[in-house]
């Protein structure tokens, strides 16, 4: 994981693990692009969270995260960061944590 990474720890922009990410075209991409940017843009054909994306391949979060932030760079992800008042996360995106872990 570090050469896909450049050996970056930590994505360019704040990227909270609880954001949404989407594929931004509905082709696959080529073979022109790493392995883990394939695996990423199929899977968030349904959006999915930068945690779900990090379980669901097997990678380190911190992976992930730099990994969804380059791709948004490049635009072939989309990501909606979720909106904190005041510095505190929503109140609304906590329940539906904790209902998606009961259903576990």
Request: positive net charge; proline residues 5%; charged residues 20%.
């Amino acid at each position: 994981m570090y050469a896909v990474t450049g050996g970056r720890t930590a994505p360019r922009n704040g990227l909270a693990m609880e954001a949404l990410v989407s594929s931004a075209t509905s082709a696959q991409l080529g073979m022109a692009y790493p392995r883990e940017y394939r695996a990423i843009s199929e899977l968030c054909r349904q959006v999915r969270s930068v945690a779900e994306v990090s379980a669901l391949l097997a990678i380190p979060l911190g992976v992930a995260r730099v990994l969804v932030a380059d791709m948004e760079a490049e635009g072939l992800v989309r990501v909606y960061q979720p909106q904190h008042e005041a510095g505190r996360p929503d109140t609304r995106l906590l329940e539906r944590v904790l209902t998606g872990l009961r259903r576990l």
